[in-house]
């Protein structure tokens, strides 16, 4: 960052930067209208990967959240046949804060139905989903830059695919298994690079994974659970595991529950092992830095519920309800993921 002096008047160029590191987020809106100079160093990735080095990023938990829609017509309201709408909600874990993501421009009243949600170097994109008007598949990929605080266009899906797997890693983020237009689970993987917006097909995996999950954990994407076109429902308890060094796919037995559906809160860690959020109905489960946050119930008609697990590695594990949710967030979360800005 060589090309970034004096960026504070009367102070050297080190000490600018240090002040201007310590910046929260929420102040980067500003100041990237004080001065060009400014501008150029708050938006370059070498400022981001400067932050993250030196502990000056946050983790915020990104949400697909249903919120209160208005009925539209006098049978609406009569039926309650409003669908649900979804907005994505940021939570911070530390300030306890609640807010949300402008809608994406292409969908404004709501985001694609079943869109997948994953985040890669500060940035948060969202993958394919159904129309809210049509229920057609859709292959667009839209991109968060929180840095600037808008939303571009990334390039399609390579193919039409609905509850895949996903997960994000070494600039890249990885997609596999859901199913196509027609239903028919898939095996087939690629990887998106937001910085080049291309895609990139990976090997296959060596078996269908229809509604499976996905997440990276180290150096691989797991993808966990699913089941092939002939055995819908009837999830699987094995998981692939991508090295994604070398490309290469390998099987482990026995990772999950069989039969139950592992979409939205499955947390793996560096050892290979599976974590239970706690939970049995309506879960997600998003990992924020050292803690968990997870939302759900009990058991069938228990109330639904925010939760931070702040210890779950052994006895000690508990969850603390979050007591104080805005109004306006305490809707449905379908899916989430965690975004370090």
């Known amino acids: 960052m060589d090309e970034f002096i004096e960026l504070i008047p009367g102070l050297p160029s080190e000490l600018g930067l240090e002040c201007l590191t310590r910046l929260s987020n929420s102040s980067h809106r500003v100041a990237l209208r004080v001065c060009n100079q400014w501008r150029r160093l708050f938006l370059s990735d070498e400022f981001y990967s400067h932050r993250k080095n030196t502990g000056h990023t946050r983790k915020v938990a990104c949400l697909v959240q249903a919120h209160e829609q208005q009925p539209h017509s006098e049978f609406d309201k009569q039926t309650g046949s409003t669908p649900p709408s979804y907005d994505i909600t940021v939570f911070d874990p530390e300030s306890m804060s609640w807010d949300r993501v402008d809608p994406v421009p292409e969908y404004p009243s709501g985001l694609p139905l079943f869109c997948q949600l994953t985040s890669c170097e500060g940035k948060l994109v969202v993958m394919g989903?159904?129309?809210?008007?049509?229920?057609?598949?859709?292959?667009?990929?839209?991109?968060?830059?929180?840095?600037?605080?808008?939303?571009?266009?990334?390039?399609?899906?390579?193919?039409?695919?609905?509850?895949?797997?996903?997960?994000?890693?070494?600039?890249?983020?990885?997609?596999a298994g859901g199913h196509d237009e027609n239903k028919n689970a898939l095996k087939t993987a690629w990887a998106y690079g937001p910085k080049i917006d291309e895609w990139t097909m990976l090997a296959p995996m060596s078996q269908d994974r229809d509604e499976c999950e996905g997440t990276v954990v180290g150096g691989e994407f797991w993808v966990v659970s699913g089941y092939a076109t002939e055995s819908q429902g009837m999830f699987d308890d094995s998981a692939e595991v991508l090295d994604i060094g070398s490309g290469q796919w390998r099987r482990v037995e026995g990772v999950w529950e069989a039969g139950r559906c592992p979409r939205s809160c499955v947390d793996i860690r560096e050892n290979g092992k599976?974590?239970?959020?706690?939970?049995?109905?309506?879960?997600?489960?998003?990992r924020v830095g050292s803690r968990k946050w997870v939302t759900g119930s009990e058991y069938e008609g228990a109330p639904y519920g925010f939760y931070l697990v702040e210890n779950d590695e052994g006895q000690n594990r508990k969850l603390n309800k979050i007591s104080s949710v805005p109004d306006g967030f305490a809707g449905f979360v379908q899916s989430g993921c965690c975004v370090e800005i």
């Open 129 to 175: 989903g159904w129309d809210p008007a049509s229920y057609e598949p859709l292959t667009a990929v839209f991109v968060y830059d929180f840095r600037m605080n808008i939303w571009w266009r990334g390039k399609d899906m390579p193919e039409k695919r609905s509850f895949f797997a996903t997960g994000s890693g070494y600039d890249r983020v990885f997609v």
């Open 274 to 286: 599976v974590v239970d959020p706690g939970l049995r109905i309506g879960v997600c489960s998003v």
